[in-house]
C-alpha cells in the first residue's frame, strides 16, 4: 500500500511540475509574442506594410525598433500609437518622398502622395523631417538622440 500511495504521489508531482513548466513555457511565449522586434527593414510595398501594421495595432502588441527602418517601414509611426512604440540605441529611420513605378520601369514621384504620407506622420517626426529639407529622393535618417527625444527607449 505504501508503494501504491508514493506512485501516486510521484506520479501527481510529475503532472505538476510538467503544468508548472507548460504555464512557464506559455508565459514566455505569450510575452515574446506581445511585442514585434525591427531588426532590419529596408522598406518595400507601402500596402504590404500598411496591412501588416494594421494587424500589429489590431494585436495589441508593442513594436521596437532595434535596427534600421526604413522607407515604408516608417509608416510604423504612422499607424502604431506612439505608446506601444519604443527604440533602442541600434535604432534608426530612414524617411523619402514616395515613389510609384510606372509599367516602363520608371520611377514616378508625386507631390501630391508626397505630402499625403507626410500628413500621416506624427507631428513630432513632420517637424524633424521639415527641419531636414522634407521629404524628398534622397533618405534622411532619424536616430540617435534626435529619435530618443520623440520616442521612449526599450
Not at 42 to 51: A, E, I, K, N, P
Not at 129 to 152: D, F, M, N, T
Request: glycine share 8%; proline share 3%.
Amino acid at each position: 500500500m505504501v508503494n501504491s500511495h508514493s506512485a501516486r504521489a510521484h506520479k501527481v508531482r510529475r503532472l505538476a511540475g510538467a503544468a508548472l513548466t507548460a504555464a512557464l513555457i506559455l508565459a514566455f511565449t505569450q510575452s515574446a509574442i506581445a511585442e514585434i522586434r525591427i531588426l532590419a527593414s529596408t522598406g518595400g510595398t507601402v500596402g504590404s506594410y500598411l496591412d501588416f501594421f494594421a494587424r500589429v495595432k489590431r494585436s495589441g502588441e508593442r513594436v521596437v525598433i532595434d535596427g534600421p527602418c526604413l522607407s515604408a517601414c516608417t509608416l510604423v509611426l504612422s499607424t502604431i500609437p506612439r505608446k506601444r512604440i519604443c527604440v533602442t540605441s541600434r535604432a534608426v529611420l530612414g524617411f523619402h518622398a514616395p515613389y510609384l513605378v510606372d509599367k516602363n520601369g520608371r520611377t514616378v514621384r508625386n507631390r501630391d502622395m508626397t505630402r499625403a504620407v507626410n500628413a500621416t506622420y506624427p507631428a513630432g517626426v513632420r517637424a524633424w523631417i521639415s527641419r531636414h529639407g522634407g521629404l524628398s529622393q534622397k533618405v534622411i535618417l532619424l536616430k540617435g538622440r534626435e529619435l530618443a527625444a520623440l520616442y521612449p527607449r526599450c
